[in-house]
């Protein structure tokens, strides 16, 4: 077990909702109903679920960028040691900001486009007054450089670069502070599949080099199979099922993790599986069901499910499911990656491999986009 870098528990954010002439409060949105979870330092953490699930709202609460309606954020910092972020008043937290950065989904609509690259890069240096002069100029043409762009990009603005440059302009910004901790919100979910596995190359590249943690946010399984160390999946606000990647993808304890992997392409198509089609629809939020929250739409649903909430809990080797029969029930994982063997089978998966393989031979530049863009003309 790697040392700790961020413990999350039981924490909730709730939305009010509110009606009529005085808005008054008529009941809650729980977006986050209780978040369990433990990030080691240098892995790659991945939250999965459906949209609506609470995946990005945990993400912005964990970092303060929503407030947390209760439970407790732990920050590990090297100095100043264990930090409760949901309490840090506005100095301390200005303090552990720079170490947790966030890198957004929409690359277009997160870039100021009055703003040229090289003034959004420096923002959060000016912001922290961490450097002036020659010294941000010059860090903001390295950081330009390590994403895979050009130091005389600075001046141009945002409008004149494709979807997977407007990304690493994105990361430049979120790396400016050298943070320990960066939050990925879906950042290749808006991007072409070539160019997602460029920007992940990069993800990768940048986490070896900066020895930075990730909580990896994404509805794509096949993305956090191939990113990802170990694995949360999120149902209605609620962590459901937490494994390394093996252990969740392989070994499923939850049905509705089974349910997920059983829509991954599937290796042989002469031998396809129909994926489980889950009955009904994903239960609001703001009015969820009675005890597994799970329960209307799962088919080894018993009776004790309707009454009692499964607590998330150990079923060996760390791998934890909320549950009430996770050791008894037998689920269907995915095919491991190893067991794809006949050459002209290619799966979603394997695919995606290959053109990552192929953007780690090629120059980051994306040379392709940017004769697209006219970025570098
Ligand atoms: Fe299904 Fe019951 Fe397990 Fe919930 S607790 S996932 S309803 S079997």
Redesign the pocket.
């Known amino acids: 077990m790697g040392e700790l870098l961020l413990e999350v528990k039981g924490l909730k954010k709730h939305f009010p909702i509110k009606q009529g002439f005085f808005r008054r409060t008529v009941g809650h949105v729980r977006a986050v109903d209780g978040l369990d979870l433990s990030v080691n330092r240098g892995e790659t953490f991945a939250i999965v679920g459906e949209s609506g699930c609470g995946k990005s709202t945990s993400g912005r609460t964990i970092l303060r960028l929503e407030e947390p309606t209760a439970g407790e954020i732990v920050y590990h910092h090297e100095t100043l040691g264990k930090i409760n972020v949901e309490k840090a008043d506005s100095k301390l937290l200005k303090r552990i900001r720079p170490e947790m950065q966030i890198i957004f989904q929409d690359p277009f609509s997160s870039l100021d486009s009055r703003m040229t690259v090289g003034r959004i890069i420096a923002e959060p240096m000016v912001i922290n007054d961490t450097l002036r002069g020659r010294e941000l100029k010059d860090r903001v043409a390295e950081l330009l450089t390590v994403v895979g762009l050009r130091p005389e990009h600075a001046s141009r603005y945002p409008h004149a670069f494709s979807g997977g440059q407007r990304q690493r302009i994105g990361i430049a910004r979120a790396l400016a502070l050298n943070p320990k901790l960066i939050i990925c919100d879906e950042p290749v979910s808006a991007l072409d599949v070539s160019v997602q596995a460029q920007v992940l190359n990069l993800l990768e590249d940048l986490q070896e080099r900066f020895n930075l943690t990730y909580i990896f946010i994404s509805h794509d399984l096949s993305v956090v199979e191939h990113i990802a160390d170990r694995v949360a999946v999120m149902y209605v606000g609620k962590v459901?099922e937490v494994g390394t990647t093996d252990q969740l993808f392989y070994n499923p304890k939850?049905?509705?993790t089974e349910a997920l992997l059983s829509a991954l392409p599937k290796p042989d198509p002469r031998n396809r599986s129909k994926p489980t089609l889950l009955a009904g629809e994903v239960p609001s939020p703001a009015n969820p069901p009675s005890?597994?929250y799970?329960?209307p739409r799962?088919p080894?649903?018993?009776e004790?499910?309707k009454k009692e909430a499964?607590p998330l809990q150990d079923t060996g080797d760390g791998h934890l499911a909320?549950?009430?029969?996770?050791n008894e029930?037998t689920l269907k994982g995915a095919t491991p990656l190893t067991e794809i063997k006949a050459p002209d089978i290619i799966t979603a998966t394997a695919r995606h491999q290959a053109s990552v393989a192929a953007s780690s031979a090629a120059q980051p530049t994306e040379a392709s986009e940017q004769a697209g863009s006219g970025a570098t003309s």
Request: aromatic share 20%; proline share 10%.
């Open positions: 459901v939850m049905p509705y005890g597994c799970f329960h799962c080894y649903a018993q004790i499910c499964p909320a549950c009430h029969f996770a029930l």
